[in-house]
């Protein structure tokens, strides 16, 4: 079992944890050095903050998806939750405001510890609702949470169109938020998401090792009947994992409303779900349930947005737009390495008869195309990038056939 | 006359335990041979092993006297072999016809299904078993007896003349049960062999024409029918040498601790109706009572009800310490004394992610908080005395609990329920794919509990076990109580006829 510093005692980090912390070593001495500009080392107080701020967002929302991943579950619905949980809090800040502020400058004290306090209780109420799902209506975690990822956002959208026409006679879409407190938040974003994240780390370091309810939950994850047989119920147990999945999410969502100064449903914080599973996947939880750890999660959170960061620096394109792949790629490569040793053992081989011949051409033509794209803006390869694209695709293409070969002299 | 079939010493091993060692029998063309054991007697793996699902085998088989080397289930069907398996492989969203045609689907010249020609082969194949249903119907909606008859269909079209059923009859009404063995009939007419595994004697001695008996994985006898008795197959399926191990002698009975009087639990969606039915019984403190029957026959649905872990459907009084008690969670269960110890120790019992301790103090973690928080010293602390007196042996309590023999982690499941302080443990089939030396070390394990006051429920598929361990030996037969015995009165011969509804009082 790897229940890493579970156990209380010897602080010893396990193999996947210091894989990771390799990796990311790696990657920020690489990207320093490659980065024509070396901003890493020239402009490193800039660097550090836009990481940090965008670690401790995922890694928030990641630490949440790892205990239900930990407790054998899954929650897709975090990025909903994240755009539900800004919402109530803008539209509570405006019902506690003066009517004429539309921009919400000034608010009293109980209206901001209120619409805190809302966003808060939003996500236990969406935890709550996730529970009785699963547990009485006997929904699939994917399919209840996959209703909320769709009607969340939704319902955040509707809410808002409600509440700006009752309150200010004209709907929108969205709700400034000019409050001197979120300006602060703001303003103070890194050093603050940053220290919530530790915080909120150590604390859900504590319950999944040091209580009975993450004893609890690990042994849900592991193996859900035996715990019920050995008189657990499991119910309550989920109870609190899907309770804190949705609440982190909803922490999320005060923070992001606060960095961009507007809660718009429509469109904050998509996708982010997919990203907090991978950074707990990445991290080493199974999706089995059972396995896992608060380390490697952050570990995880902090790699993807080091590699995320990395390539947008070298390839000079948005890095939101690389993003999706560079997720994908990881979460593929590294749930690949941790099962490396059984792909390999019982005789199977990486590319068998014509399904793996087939797959070949495939990786080969988007490993070309990725040197096309990538390189366009770099510098050095100005003008010459189809010829890049044409090298790294065939290259490929001999390597996996050769590969290939190999592995037809090897089993037969 | 060559043999159909032909085994020649084979012989299987899992993980070091043996499963079958140097069978050697034959089977006729055109005979319906029935194979007899008891569980785990190796009926299943024997014949995984002619249906190709196991090809790792010792010794050799042959098909028409040509020696066989199946790779997979497909050169098994090549060879003319088909198994109806207890549970069966039917894709219930499929119609009846694409099931039947699965994998070899008939197409039109443009390469499209045929949906109209396998309808009208499959529905030919149906009406000449007796089961004229639209194959249009989706194989998920028909009955577990046309089920079976879907399967057997299957195993027509695809021109197979050995075909092995697996208890076929364990989920059918009577008159379905009469409809099969029409069919039966009728296949043998058209020279298909039969191989049936059963256990049920009326079965036995009306279907088959001749009879082995397999023992611990042995080949015991194979038989003519009209040569043999019930009486006779009943005592080479138990006939083994009783373990010597006696360990009921002296144990002082104590204040009754337990009552289940005409507990009934039903099973709406199976054609008996009920998984228990009008079931009483007695449990005191110091005494062990067992409970003989075989597969389904509903010892653990008894022990799960018993705990709470069933549906709360049943019907009946359940009265622990004389009061009436109707748990609705096993934590109900745990804490009004009563532990369980449940059968498939992987499946229900065990945690592989976790570590030897943690998997035993599962069910005492509350003394292992100090101040809110679990503590390591504590947590092995509340686990060293389980550990001592069931004698785990492990290099440590943080050792991986997947690298224990199956012994020892039964050992260190029954030590997680010594944390809950139990006055009743309900102990399902425990030493199951437990080697013999093991067995040994838990019974008397669960002696020693048993003296120390314990109330003691204890299944097992293995008569001796019951015999060497228990105090009285109740006999469950599809859901009924059908015989009690006081040790004095205890034989496996009795014991197993009327577990297999043999000359069971009906």
Not at chain 1, 60 to 80: C, E, P
Not at chain 2, 19 to 32: H, K, S, T, W, Y
Not at chain 2, 362 to 381: H, I, M, N, P
Not at chain 2, 383 to 410: D, F, W, Y
């Amino acid at each position: 079992m790897n229940l890493s510093g579970t156990s209380g005692g010897g602080w010893r980090l396990p193999r996947h944890e210091l894989a990771l912390l390799g990796a990311i070593v790696l990657v920020f001495v690489g990207t320093g050095w490659l980065d024509p500009n070396h901003t890493y080392f020239a402009n490193w107080a800039e660097s550090r903050d836009i990481i940090l701020r965008n670690t401790a967002l995922l890694g928030i929302i990641a630490l949440g998806a790892a205990v239900v991943i930990i407790a054998g579950g899954i929650d897709l619905s975090a990025g909903s939750m994240v755009a539900f949980s800004a919402t109530t809090c803008a539209l509570l800040l405006a019902l506690f405001s003066d009517v004429d502020d539309k921009r919400l400058v000034t608010v009293p004290p109980l209206g901001i510890a209120a619409a805190i306090g809302g966003a808060m209780l939003s996500g236990l109420l969406v935890g709550t609702l996730h529970t009785w799902l699963i547990t009485s209506i006997r929904l699939p975690p994917f399919v209840a949470t996959l209703a909320t990822l769709v009607g969340l956002r939704s319902f955040a959208r509707a809410m808002c169109l409600f509440v700006t026409k009752e309150r200010w006679g004209s709907e929108s879409q969205q709700i400034n938020v000019n409050t001197p407190f979120f300006g602060w938040l703001k303003e103070h974003n890194v050093s603050i998401s940053t220290g919530t994240f530790l915080v909120l780390a150590v604390v859900t370091w504590l319950i999944l090792s040091r209580t009975v309810l993450g004893r609890h939950l690990y042994a849900l994850g592991g193996n859900e009947q035996a715990t019920r047989l050995s008189g657990i119920r499991t119910e309550n147990v989920k109870w609190f994992a899907y309770c804190y999945g949705s609440l982190t999410a909803a922490l999320a969502g005060v923070f992001l409303m606060a960095d961009s100064s507007v809660a718009q449903p429509g469109n904050l914080a998509r996708g982010y779900e997919l990203n907090a599973i991978a950074a707990a996947v990445v991290g080493g939880c199974s999706l089995q349930g059972g396995i896992g750890t608060v380390t490697g999660t952050v570990l995880g959170a902090l790699f993807l947005r080091l590699v995320i960061d990395a390539v947008s620096k070298l390839i000079k394109a948005s890095a939101d737009v690389y993003e999706g792949m560079i997720v994908g790629i990881i979460v593929a490569l590294a749930v690949t390495l941790t099962q490396f040793s059984q792909l390999t053992k019982a005789g199977r081989t990486l590319f068998p008869g014509y399904r793996g011949l087939a797959a070949i051409p495939t990786i080969a033509t988007f490993a070309g195309l990725l040197a096309v794209m990538g390189s366009a803006n770099v510098e050095a390869f100005r003008g010459r990038t189809g010829l890049l694209g044409l090298a790294v695709g065939g290259g490929v293409l001999l390597l996996l056939f050769a590969i290939r070969g190999a592995e037809g002299r090897g089993t037969s | 006359m060559t043999p159909i079939i032909a085994f020649r010493g084979v012989g299987k091993r899992f993980a070091g335990v043996v499963a079958l060692a140097d069978v050697a029998f034959e089977i006729m063309p055109g005979e319906c041979h029935a194979i007899c054991g008891e569980n785990g007697a190796g009926k299943s793996t024997l014949m995984k092993i002619l249906s190709g699902v196991i090809n790792d085998y010792d010794g050799e088989i042959a098909i028409r006297g040509v020696p066989a080397a199946f790779r997979g289930t497909r050169d098994a069907e090549a060879a003319g072999i088909a198994i109806i398996h207890q549970e069966l492989n039917l894709v219930e969203q499929l119609s009846a016809a694409a099931n039947i045609f699965l994998g070899r689907e008939k197409r039109t010249p443009l390469g499209l299904l045929d949906n109209a020609a396998m309808e009208r082969e499959a529905g030919a194949l149906l009406a000449q078993l007796e089961c004229p249903l639209d194959p249009r119907i989706p194989a998920g909606a028909l009955r577990v007896g046309d089920q079976q008859l879907l399967e057997i269909a299957k195993a027509l079209s695809l021109e197979s003349d050995i075909l092995i059923m697996d208890e076929p009859t364990s989920a059918l009404t009577e008159t379905e049960v009469a409809r099969l063995d029409r069919v039966i009939a009728r296949l043998r007419q058209r020279g298909v062999t039969i191989l049936l595994i059963t256990h049920k004697m009326d079965e036995v001695f009306r279907l088959a024409d001749r009879i082995t008996v397999l023992r611990d994985g042995r080949h015991v006898k194979s038989v003519d029918r009209g040569t043999t008795t019930p009486r006779e197959i009943t005592g080479w399926m138990v006939g083994r040498e009783i373990a010597d191990h006696d360990f009921h002698g002296k144990r002082a009975r104590g204040a009754r601790l337990l009552e289940v009087r005409g507990l009934t639990l039903p099973w709406p969606e199976h054609p008996r109706g009920y998984r228990l039915k009008d079931v009483s019984l007695d449990l005191h403190a110091g005494e062990i009572v067992g409970i003989a029957g075989l597969m389904g026959a509903g010892r653990t649905e008894l022990l799960e009800t018993i705990f709470g872990a069933a549906e709360p459907t049943w019907t009946g009084e359940i009265l622990f310490d004389g009061r009436p008690v109707r748990f609705t969670h096993p934590k109900d269960a745990c804490d009004a004394g009563i532990a369980m110890v449940t059968e498939d120790r992987k499946r229900l019992g065990l945690f592989p992610d976790l570590d030897v301790a943690a998997n035993v103090s599962l069910c005492g973690l509350r003394d292992a908080v100090r101040g809110g928080l679990l503590s390591r010293t504590r947590e092995e602390a509340v686990v060293a005395g389980p550990l001592r007196e069931t004698a785990v042996k492990t290099s440590g309590p943080h050792a991986a609990i997947t690298g224990l023999s199956g012994g020892n982690q039964q050992k260190c499941i029954i030590g997680r329920w010594l944390l809950v302080k139990p006055r009743v443990l309900l102990l399902d089939d425990p030493t199951r794919g437990i080697d013999v030396g093991a067995k040994a070390e838990l019974y008397q394990l669960i002696d020693r509990l048993c003296r120390n006051g314990l109330g003691v429920i204890l299944t097992s598929s293995e008569l001796p076990e019951l015999l060497a361990l228990a105090d009285r030996i109740l006999v469950l037969a599809e859901g009924r109580l059908t015989a009690a015995f006081s040790r004095a009165e205890a034989t496996e011969q009795a014991i197993m006829e009327a577990a297999t509804g043999g000359q069971a009082p009906r």
